[in-house]
C-alpha cells in the first residue's frame, strides 16, 4: 500500500512570497496542534484533558485507521502515539510517517516496557518514549522539550511584502517591528504562510481553527482574517470570492 500523503512544510516558492533561512528558539506561545492516537477510554480523556488544559487543541482518535486519516489530513505539530491499537501497531503509522518524511514530532505512550520495544519505536523513528502508567507532569515536560528541539529545525521564515513570518517561533514582524497575534489569529495566518502560493480553502482554515468536533460559527473565518488585516496591513491576506484565501504578496 502506498503510503500516504501526509502534511510537510513547502519548498522556496517565488511569486511574491520568499522562504528563506532558519528560524531557531521555542515558540513564542507555545501552543501546538496535538494529534492523540490512543483507545484506552480512561486514559485518552485523562490525557486529552491535561493537553487542551495547557491551551493545545487536541485531536483524540482510537483506532490506527483514524490516526492515520488525521495525520494526512491535518498539518500537526505534535502526536502522542500509542502502539498496541485495535486495528494494528502505531509503529506502522510511524513508519510510514517517517518513510514520507513528515517532520512532526511523534511521543510514543505504551504499557511496552521492554528495552527492546523502546528500541523499536526509537529506531523507527520516535522522538522520545513514555511507559504507562505516567505521570501527566511528566508528559507535558517531555512535551515541551520535543517542540523546542523540532522548533530548533529547518523550519522557513516567509517574506510577504512588509511581513517576515518566523514560523519556528510563531512570530510576525511588520517593517521589522513585532506583532502581537493571538493563538487564533496565529493559526489563520500560519496556515496560509505554510502554502504561501496556494488558495486556502475556508473549510481548511477553520480545521486551523479548531480541534475535530468544536462548533465553528459560520462567520468565524472572516472575523479572524479582518483581525489580521487589521493588524497586518490590508493586502496581508487576499479573498478570492467563492475560493478561499491566499497569503498576500
Known amino acids: 500500500m502506498a503510503s500516504p500523503a501526509f502534511p510537510m512544510y513547502p519548498p522556496d516558492s517565488d511569486g511574491g512570497v520568499r522562504a528563506f533561512g532558519r528560524a531557531a528558539g521555542m515558540r513564542r506561545d507555545g501552543l501546538l496542534r496535538v494529534l492523540l492516537i490512543e483507545d484506552d477510554a480512561v486514559l485518552g480523556e485523562a490525557v486529552r484533558d491535561y493537553v487542551a488544559g495547557l491551551g493545545h487543541a487536541v485531536d483524540w482518535m482510537q483506532t490506527l485507521e483514524d490516526g492515520r486519516t488525521a495525520a494526512a489530513a491535518v498539518g500537526y505539530e505534535l502526536i502522542l502515539l500509542d ?19 513528515a517532520a512532526v514530532p511523534v511521543i510514543i505512550l505504551t504499557a511496552h516496557d521492554q528495552i527492546s520495544d523502546r528500541i523499536e519505536g526509537l529506531n523507527s523513528g520516535a522522538d522520545d518514549y513514555l511507559v504507562k502508567p505516567f505521570n501527566l ?12 528541539r523540532y522548533a530548533a529545525s529547518a523550519l522557513p521564515v516567509l517574506e510577504s511584502g512588509s511581513l517576515a513570518i518566523e514560523l519556528a517561533d510563531r512570530r510576525v514582524l511588520r517593517d521589522g517591528t513585532p506583532v502581537d497575534l493571538s493563538g487564533r ?13 496556494a488558495v486556502v480553502s475556508k ?3 477553520e480545521e486551523a481553527l479548531y480541534a475535530f468536533g468544536a ?10 482574517v479582518s483581525r489580521l488585516r487589521k493588524k497586518l496591513g490590508r493586502d496581508c491576506v487576499e479573498t478570492l470570492r467563492g475560493i478561499g484565501y491566499r497569503l498576500g504578496r
Do not use: C, F, H, Q
Open 215 to 224: 462548533e465553528i460559527e459560520s462567520n468565524t473565518v472572516e472575523v479572524y
Open 83 to 101: 502502539l498496541r491499537l485495535p486495528d494494528g501497531s502505531g509503529l506502522t503509522l510511524l513508519k510510514d510517517l517517517r518513510r514520507a518524511g
Open 203 to 205: 473549510g481548511e482554515i
Open 137 to 148: 507532569g511528566e508528559l507535558g515536560a517531555r512535551m515541551l522539550a520535543v517542540a523546542r
Open 185 to 197: 489569529e496565529w493559526a489563520v495566518l500560519a496556515r496560509l504562510a505554510t502554502r504561501p502560493t
